[in-house]
């Protein structure tokens, strides 16, 4: 092997088309598409050839590719190098991959540890060798106060973008139906209104309830905007993927170790891809031995209260019909001049 | 030493190595070793991440090893820089490193 090769390696932000046409065609001769959520790109050149190429997306490294003819001179390794040091410079530490099983032994070389799979199909890694266990920790100790509690523990996952009286009912509801409530509030900051500010404001809201204690929803519980589409063709089948590993991973690790046996949810009339994930739960939840429940959620005049009916009266300046259907918490907080700033990115966002 | 935060030095390079320290306050050393000579050369490296740990004073921690083949002296160089960047601090102790 000719070992006087010029190997060359850059950081895109902006792909131009010809380096976009670079990187797809790496990416597809591994059956991988290009990710339309990427922040960065690496890509490596050898002798000016496309060699390598592997991208960052928050805290998930993805769309990693090395061409045929350069296998075997450990280019993942230079990749996963660059992209992990990358993901340090910008002060994530936690990193996660998604990829096919075949690849579970090279990236468990190179520092990643299994979290989940599922056979055939996906494999959750992460680089923390205990980063699961550590979370698991986490919410028992968050538990411990209300470890004098006994009988059914239920529990409730919320995007709450923002906290409505929606939310309110379905969590009163279930917290007056059992006899501890875990309220898990996705982490995931993909949605316009910051994690922060959405934990905070349901903390707030929910102060009054006495059997309810309050989670992050961190990494492990996994939003769909971070499960990747790019090497899963079939857009049903990451549908059902998606929530096989988000739900496994709750029904066989979180949910075990807090005793939780039931999982509620609000019904969905609106949004489609709700709607299909409350039929993945009653399909994936009961035969794992955690009852799901769907509760009707509330309406006034005629309409579900939800999160998305708020933002869209946010951008009409509603703030009348606000008041009616969210908390106070929330209604300060939209009324403050942190509020303002979120109708101008919702504004933005509309054009 | 007191690891405050995730540091992180060296490369996955052939004859190098990468090392990742986080937080593990009052919960002792952990160290996790993944080698391409484990079998060779696994005890050696362990000790010397150990009494490199010893000397520098480092009492919780957990230590990920993640070793191409790299030298004795490439691990200590790079647990080094892992160590003070974990801990957040630029005095670095020459003449104990």
Redesign the interface.
């Known amino acids: 092997m000719d070992n006087n090769y010029q190997l060359t390696k850059e950081f895109i932000k902006r792909p131009d088309t010809g380096e976009i046409s670079e990187i797809s065609s790496l990416l597809e001769e591994n059956s991988l598409t290009f990710d339309d959520d990427i922040e960065e790109t690496l890509l490596i050149k050898i002798d000016s050839i496309p060699a390598a190429t592997g991208s960052i997306s928050g805290n998930v490294l993805k769309c990693i590719a090395v061409k045929n003819e350069f296998k075997n001179r ?1 280019l993942t ?2 990749l ?2 660059d992209l ?2 990358r993901e ?1 410079q910008k002060g994530n ?1 936690d990193l996660f991959l998604f990829t096919k099983p075949d690849n579970r032994t090279i990236f ?4 990643f540890f299994p979290v989940y799979e599922i056979k055939d199909n996906v494999i959750l890694m992460e ?4 980063g699961l266990d550590t979370y698991i920790e986490k919410l028992k100790k968050e538990s411990e106060k209300y470890s004098g509690i006994k009988g059914k523990r239920s529990s409730i996952v919320v995007n709450c973008n923002p906290v409505t009286n929606g939310h309110l009912y379905l969590i009163e509801k279930a917290a007056s139906e059992s006899d501890l409530l875990h309220l898990f509030v996705v982490s995931e900051d993909r949605s316009v209104f910051p994690f922060e500010t959405r934990y905070r404001l349901v903390r707030e809201a929910t102060e009054h309830i006495k059997n309810l204690v309050l989670h992050t929803g961190s990494y492990y519980i996994i939003s769909n905007s971070t499960f990747p589409s790019y090497f899963i063709k079939d857009s049903k089948k990451i549908v059902t993927l998606h929530a096989q590993l988000d739900l496994g991973i709750f029904s066989e690790r979180i949910a075990p170790a807090l005793g939780i046996t039931e999982r509620v949810a609000g019904d969905e009339p609106l949004c489609p891809v709700t709607s299909n994930y409350n039929r993945m739960m009653n399909e994936i939840l009961p035969p794992r031995g955690i009852n799901f429940r769907i509760i009707k959620r509330l309406e006034s005049e005629g309409d579900v209260v939800s999160a998305s009916r708020v933002r869209k009266l946010l951008i009409e300046r509603d703030f009348k019909s606000i008041r009616r259907i969210v908390p106070s918490a929330t209604y300060n907080f939209l009324t403050s001049e942190e509020g303002e700033k979120i109708i101008d990115i919702l504004k933005k966002g509309k054009k | 030493m007191k690891i405050v ?2 540091g ?1 030095a060296g ?4 004859s190098d190595v ?1 090392i ?1 320290v ?1 937080s593990n306050s009052g919960k002792g050393i ?1 160290i ?1 070793l ?1 080698s ?1 000579v484990e079998k060779q050369f696994g005890k050696q490296i362990r000790l010397v991440v150990d009494s490199f740990l010893k000397t520098l004073s480092v009492d919780d921690a ?1 230590v ?1 090893i ?1 070793d ?1 083949g790299a030298l004795d002296c490439t691990i200590e160089a790079r647990l080094a820089a892992a160590l003070y960047r974990g801990a957040d601090r630029t005095d670095y102790d020459w003449e104990k490193i």
């Open positions: 450990n390794g230079h996963l190098t992990v040091n340090y530490t468990s070389q190179l520092g680089n923390n060798p205990s | 935060k995730t992180i490369t996955l390079e052939s990468m990742t986080r952990e996790h993944q391409i957990v990920q993640n191409r």
